[in-house]
């Protein structure tokens, strides 16, 4: 096999392998679940990852629709009552992150902690 062609086939065989990396990692997202119950989210706080896109999935036991919102982290979702939602997050720089219930916006808080 001639140089060139080596060196082409192993450029080949690299680029596939990070495709493959990067494949692996996105499907290894975080995922975070609360729940939403009598104006109040459990837990209240959840921990994810700095600078890796992360996953909410809100299970709203009420019966009444709630509107989960996140004006630091650009998010709105109204989920009807007795469902779930899935909120998927770009990336985030470490800090605190508020989140409401946008209808119970006075006692139904909770917050994002990206280390």
């Not at 140089?3 to 990067?22: D, I, Y």
């Amino acid at each position: 096999m001639s140089p060139a062609r080596k060196f082409s086939t192993t450029m080949a065989a690299l680029v596939f392998g990070a495709l493959l990396a990067a494949g692996a990692q996105a499907q290894q997202a975080t995922e975070v679940q609360l729940s939403y119950k009598d104006k109040k989210f459990t837990p209240a706080e959840v921990t994810v990852p700095a600078n890796t896109a992360f996953t909410i999935r809100v299970k709203n036991l009420d019966a009444k629709a709630m509107e989960f919102e996140s004006k630091p982290l650009k998010i709105e979702k109204v989920i009807a009552a007795n469902s779930e939602a899935v909120v998927n997050v770009r990336a985030q720089k470490p800090g605190k992150y508020k989140f409401v219930d946008e209808y119970n916006e006075d006692v139904a808080i909770g917050s994002v902690i990206v280390k």
